[in-house]
């Protein structure tokens, strides 16, 4: 009766947000950081904004450029240049800030300018290779094919949890 | 089987009313302990609590809590009817409150999701106990009248487990029942609800019998429905192999069962004609469509019957935190929309008369709007001192301490962010107080202080600040021995002759320093005061300690009245805009060069007034960019923290303006090294400042 109809409708609910899921699924942000092209996946990213004014916050780390106002949500923001330890670059009117979510938690890649939203089929991603571990700093998860050109894929919780352990490396 | 049936909207009002009504409990039974009698007006209480936890536990199908609550209803049913003389006041209080607890524990355990599965036989069986020792004891008072109510609810359970293996093999049978009962159930006048009760008897029954036919028939979706079966009871025809006994036994069970009457039919014929009734009844009930829209509405119109029931005492009605935070962060986008309308770039030296006309008002109203939101979130302290009481008392059971709590002023109203923060440090003063503090019953007769020693609470609102004061009146702290703990952990920096009364009694505020030798129960671990000054300190407040030896300690939290919006200052220091809340703002001037000088180690001083303070460059602590640092051409800002006061070198000031606290981004939090920043906040042209938290300036 009643109670059977409402589970039906939470099924129903449950399957829809699935469909929406599934949209989402093999679809890649890609950005680029000078000649590469690196790609996020779009579950994550909430929105991509220029870039605006960014307020410094003391002390952090070189690649942290400080936090934005958007639209009275306090967001911090990263340069994904220094974070790869790249050469930084000025900001000129194609850089952007992507904005993504992750575990509750928004924040703002700057990066030099965006491309386009691609799907990458899973038989057209593979691993990185194997390298010593120095080299392989673990940001990037998968290496995506298209047609003749490379885009690697970003590990967002890498990207963010990784200075959690080189504060406390520093603190110790 | 509870999860089947579980709809959020009731559960969450399950959940709040029964943990209220817990609170409530937990309180009269304390104060019935304290005065060693159970009044009528008490015990009348608590039955009445018992009654509905019960019937809303039944309802919700939270067996263990229900028997539970019908049980202890039974003991006090007794005690109201027959008021005997001679009760065990602090037995029934004891069982009383472990009843508590274990519902507690139960309503925990759902709101987290868990399996509800606590087991409340034992509890049961201890209260059945206690309650015939009483009947024995007052055996000449005791009537036939109750006999009825003294079922015990424990075997509720069995009979239907049995049942639930021979409905198996009556579906196996068949469809052919050999009885035929019509039953016909009143529930208690004030019950209220009485269509879900009637569900969850058609539930059970269901586990007997397939076969069954009830009036009125769509008891969940129609309202008239209650008044039915208010007026002419609920109706069920069923076919069963059981017996009359047991079909008897199983409506006996019916939770809020006032009359039952149950017959036996010899063929179907009668049942017939029932068929027919039942459907013209169903007719007068309008069919509504089962859609998942209608459920909704039905169980909004309970819960406002519930709530119309309870607003009839009082005009309250509970928001969910969440929508309050919404709304304060959304006034508070408010107000800096209005700074950035009224002081927009483009209006500037324009002349417009009806404009700031319109724009003062806006400005009162938007303050008012602030203000309400504000007093809406404010909470009075009365919960959270109240449930000191269950501290003190366990406290005293357990150390064999005789300790009175008196509180003041718990009407004083404070944030209700605060609250969650000064609640666990306040449990932790008041067990301190009674551990360490108060003193053992000869020591006090040694002392000629009265043997029950007495810890105060009070509450006080003293400007912008609230006062919470604990006070004791033990053995106070002594200096020498904090001293001498303090030097073994290394924690003296100074010559201790040269330290105040004052100073030697902070020292118990650091971390790692408990001068209780023996770790016990309730406190000692050596994590204690350092805690609680932290978790006041994160709400902007500070702890103060005096103490006089024999005569008892003062412990004086002075917390923020609210933590979201407070006055600041901005200042500027080479790009970057920064806020100094005004409350901790002494004075601000042009520093005279030859006021100015340096110590050998480089430390910059100035002297004003005769008093000699230190000078912080913020350029150097903030590490900012700055064209000039010439003393010359900045300002100097004397802030004051804790009675420690510093001057705080900026390059200029902004002006004054009322901001919005919002915290730095938990991934930025993460960094731990924003130490002196208390967070951001968003200024008029949407840029963003930072707020300076002064109390750290001073530890840099």
Do not use: W
């Amino acid at each position: 009766m009643k109670i059977r109809n409402e589970e039906n409708m939470a099924n129903i609910a449950d399957d829809s947000t699935e469909v929406e899921e599934d949209t989402q699924k093999d679809r890649f942000l890609t950005f680029t950081l000078g000649k590469e092209c690196y790609g996020i996946e779009i579950k994550y990213v909430t929105e991509i904004i220029g870039i605006q004014a960014i307020t410094e916050i003391p002390e952090l780390p070189p690649y942290m450029k400080g936090i934005i106002n958007l639209r009275g949500k306090i967001i911090p923001v990263m340069d994904v240049r220094i974070r790869f330890k790249k050469e930084p670059k000025e900001y000129n009117d194609r850089t952007c800030i992507i904005v993504f979510d992750i575990d509750d938690m928004s924040i703002g890649l700057i990066v030099d300018s965006v491309a386009e939203v691609l799907t990458i089929s899973e038989e057209d991603i593979v691993d990185p290779p194997k390298m010593n571990s120095i080299f392989n700093n673990g940001y990037i998860k998968k290496i995506g094919k298209v047609g003749n050109d490379v885009k690697l894929l970003l590990d967002c919780e890498k990207l963010l949890s990784e200075n959690e352990l080189e504060t406390i490396g520093e603190a110790l | 089987m509870s999860d089947q049936y579980t709809n959020e909207p009731l559960l969450d009002m399950f959940l709040f009313e029964t943990s209220q009504l817990i609170e409530q409990l937990e309180q009269s039974v304390l104060i019935s302990e304290q005065e060693n009698c159970f009044t009528e007006d008490a015990i009348n209480e608590i039955f009445r609590i018992m009654h509905t936890i019960k019937g809303s536990a039944a309802m919700m199908m939270f067996d263990n809590i229900a028997s539970l609550a019908h049980a202890m209803e039974d003991l006090f049913f007794y005690l109201r009817k027959e008021n005997p003389k001679e009760i065990d006041c602090s037995a029934i209080s004891d069982l009383v409150l472990e009843g508590v607890d274990f519902i507690k524990n139960e309503v925990n355990k759902i709101q987290n999701n868990d399996l509800v599965d606590g087991n409340s036989d034992t509890l049961i069986n201890k209260i059945n106990e206690c309650l015939n020792n009483l009947k024995q004891i007052n055996i000449t008072s005791l009537n036939e009248t109750i006999s009825l109510d003294e079922t015990i609810p424990l075997n509720e359970i069995k009979p239907i487990d049995k049942t639930d293996v021979l409905n198996d093999l009556y579906i196996a049978k068949g469809t052919k029942y050999n009885n035929e009962f019509k039953a016909i159930i009143h529930f208690d006048d004030d019950c209220e609800m009485e269509n879900i009760h009637a569900f969850s008897v058609i539930n059970k029954l269901k586990k007997i019998t397939s076969e069954f036919s009830y009036i009125p028939a769509d008891i969940i979706d129609c309202d008239e429905s209650i008044e039915v079966i208010r007026n002419e009871g609920f109706q069920i025809y069923l076919k069963s192999d059981e017996s009359y006994e047991n079909i008897s036994n199983f409506f006996m069970r019916t939770i809020f069962l006032k009359e039952l009457e149950l017959v036996q039919f010899k063929n179907e014929d009668e049942q017939k004609p029932s068929c027919k009734n039942n459907q013209v009844l169903a007719q007068k009930c309008p069919i509504k469509l089962a859609n998942a829209g209608d459920t909704v509405k039905i169980k909004n119109e309970q819960i406002e019957k519930e709530t119309s029931s309870s607003t009839a005492q009082q005009s309250i009605i509970s928001v969910n935190v969440a929508k309050l935070d919404k709304l304060m962060d959304l006034v508070g986008e408010m107000v800096i929309a209005e700074t950035m309308v009224l002081r927009n770039p483009d209006l500037q030296g324009l002349e417009l008369s009806n404009f700031k006309k319109s724009a003062n008002q806006l400005t009162k109203i938007t303050t008012e709007i602030q203000d309400i939101v504000m007093s809406v979130r404010m909470v009075p302290l009365s919960i959270t001192f109240n449930k000191m009481h269950r501290i003190v008392r366990d406290m005293c059971k357990k150390l064999d301490k005789e300790v009175q709590l008196e509180i003041i002023g718990s009407e004083t109203e404070v944030d209700k962010n605060i609250i969650e923060h000064i609640s666990d440090p306040l449990m932790h003063l008041v067990r301190n107080a009674i551990d360490h503090g108060i003193d053992t019953d000869e020591e006090r007769q040694q002392k000629g202080k009265p043997i029950a020693g007495v810890v105060t609470l009070e509450a006080k609102n003293v400007g912008s600040d609230v006062l919470i004061i604990v006070k004791d009146d033990g053995m106070g702290l002594n200096r020498s021995k904090i001293l001498k703990k303090a030097k073994e952990n290394n924690l003296i920096y100074k010559d201790e002759d040269d330290m105040s009364d004052n100073e030697v009694f902070n020292l118990i505020l650091l971390p790692g320093f408990s001068t209780n030798d023996k770790v016990t129960e309730f406190s000692g671990r050596g994590v204690g005061m350092d805690v609680v000054a932290k978790n006041i300190e994160s709400v902007g407040g500070t702890v103060s300690i005096e103490s006089i030896e024999d005569k008892g300690t003062t412990i004086t939290m002075k917390i923020p009245l609210t933590l979201a919006i407070i006055d600041g200052m901005n200042i500027k220091i080479g790009d970057s805009c920064y806020t100094i809340p005004t409350m901790s703002i002494k004075e601000f001037f042009k520093p005279n060069e030859d006021d100015i000088f340096t110590d050998p180690d480089g430390n910059e001083m100035i002297m004003v007034r005769g008093q000699c303070y230190q000078i912080r460059r913020l350029h150097e602590m903030y590490k900012a960019n700055v064209s000039t640092t010439d003393f010359s051409d900045g300002i100097l800002i004397m802030v004051e923290q804790n009675d420690k006061i510093a001057c705080l070198f900026a390059d200029e000031l902004l002006g004054q303006q009322q901001v919005v606290v919002k915290s730095l981004p938990k991934y930025i939090q993460s960094f731990k090294k924003t130490k002196g920043l208390a967070g951001c906040t968003l200024l008029g042209d949407g840029s963003i400042s930072l707020i300076l938290d002064v109390s750290n300036i001073f530890s840099f």
